[in-house]
């Protein structure tokens, strides 16, 4: 046999030297954990060196995250060594428990100080929710130690908005000086918190300064809407919209700027057509408590239209009437006014007629003057008001009284304790 002729010791010295060399081509011998399956720590056959897995500390198990969160921070406590080599860590992040699809894998980080290491690792793709597994493990020099345990962690949906749209006043509108601004609510995609709005208006184009600014949580229905607490000069002026998510921490760009002239309302410069010659001098007692524009009417209501403190009624024919609804109109930069319907007491307040039929109904000959046929549009601001007695044809009048004017747009909502809604889309659509 050849181990005899080799001599005893020469064959014991080959039989270390063969073992040796199978010790360094699988130089790691594996201790189980005993609990998850996944060994907890290997020892090197040559060198003796034990490495323990680390320990994952955040993200917790099942932790959630909002998109907005990310980047996430990866913490393990730190792997125990026997060796003197510096360790490193590998992190890895994988859409299956399994790890077969890993989305995300960082070696060589250098252990951190304090027991713990922290990778900030690149945020994970949207837009939808989904669930994530990360684990680590750590190297000393060629060898590798065990894999933590897999653990589970998720990522929200990502919140998207879209751009503001504006909505009224219409570009190239006249308005009053404390005009009311809508913006169509934005698009959203995801769980999305509050949406704020931030009105801007401004003398320039390029908003270098700007005159007013507003802040306004969304309101419900499809659009949100801001009266201007800043009384604006006559003149022109532009505006635009942004809206944020601040609990997303989201903001979008600017809406398209539009663009409004402020003609400010003094009844006593307007032009008066088929109402009493003094109409402009008489008191204001009452006031407009709401305004609601329908297809088919617009209902105006005021405070001294029923009760003790009602308006004296007047002779019209062989009964009587209360007062008289009126409008007020911007034409070619000036104002222009008539109260036109007449209410008897108790009179049905949809008796105002249709809104898309003013230019025909209200004002259909030529007593009144520059309104002959006009048609108010869609959003563009008129004066609503209400005058006691008959004021047609400088009717019979016994108080002469009239009730505040409030500018609103055409279409809209209008009330004294809530202030003003634009016309909603779809609603009454007037043409001139």
């Known amino acids: 046999m050849k ?9 014991l010295a080959l039989l270390v030297a063969t073992t040796t060399a199978c010790q360094k081509a699988s130089p790691t011998r594996p201790s189980d954990d005993g609990a998850s399956g996944t060994s907890s720590s290997v020892t090197d056959a040559v060198t003796g060196v034990t490495l323990t897995s680390p320990t994952l500390v955040t993200p917790t198990v099942n932790q959630q995250f909002k998109f907005v969160e990310q980047p996430v921070t990866l913490t393990v406590k730190n792997a125990v060594s026997t060796g003197t080599v510096a360790l490193t860590y590998l992190f890895e992040v994988s859409t299956d428990a399994g790890f077969a699809t890993k989305v995300y894998t960082k070696d060589g980080v250098a252990e951190g100080a304090g027991g713990q290491t922290s990778l900030k690792i690149d945020a994970l793709p949207g837009p939808l929710a989904k669930t994530y597994f990360w684990r680590a493990r750590v190297t000393s020099g060629t060898l590798a130690g065990p894999y933590a345990s897999g653990r589970a962690f998720g990522i929200g949906a990502q919140v998207i908005l879209g751009t503001p749209s504006l909505a009224s006043p219409a570009s190239g509108s006249t308005v009053g000086g404390q005009p009311t601004l809508s913006v169509n609510n934005v698009t959203k995609t995801g769980p999305a918190g509050q949406v704020i709005y931030r009105f ?4 320039s184009s390029s908003f270098a300064s700007l005159t007013s600014v507003a802040t306004v949580a969304e309101q419900g229905g499809s659009t949100t809407s801001t009266t201007l607490t800043t009384s604006l000069g006559n003149g022109a002026y532009f505006w635009r ?5 601040p609990s997303n921490a989201i903001t979008t760009g600017f809406s398209s700027a539009g663009s409004f ?5 003094d009844i006593t410069k307007a032009n008066i057509w088929n109402n009493p010659p003094d109409f402009k001098n008489w008191a204001q007692t009452a006031t ?3 305004v609601v524009f329908l297809d088919n009417a617009f209902v105006v209501d005021f405070d001294r239209r029923e009760g003790p403190g009602r308006w004296p009624d007047v002779g019209f024919g062989t009964g009587s009437l209360e007062y008289t609804l009126g409008m007020c109109v911007n034409i070619r930069g000036a104002w222009n006014c008539s109260a036109t319907i007449q209410f008897w007491y108790g009179r049905d307040l949809e008796a105002s007629g249709r809104p898309d039929e003013i230019g025909i ?3 259909y000959d030529p007593r009144w003057g520059d309104l002959l046929g006009y048609q108010p549009a869609y959003g563009e601001t008129v004066g609503i008001y209400v005058a006691a007695g008959n004021l047609r044809d400088s009717g019979n009048v016994i108080a002469k009284e009239r009730s505040n004017v409030v500018l609103m747009p055409f279409g809209g909502v209008y009330s004294s304790s809530r202030g003003i809604t634009a016309a909603s889309s779809g609603r009454t659509s007037g043409k001139r």
């Open 3 to 11: 181990l005899k002729s080799l001599g005893i010791w020469s064959a």
């Open 200 to 203: 801007e208006v401004s003398t």
């Open 241 to 245: 919209v942004q809206a944020s998510d």
């Open 261 to 265: 002239t402020v003609q400010l309302f």
């Open 288 to 290: 407009i408590t709401d």
């Open 361 to 363: 109904n209200w004002w």
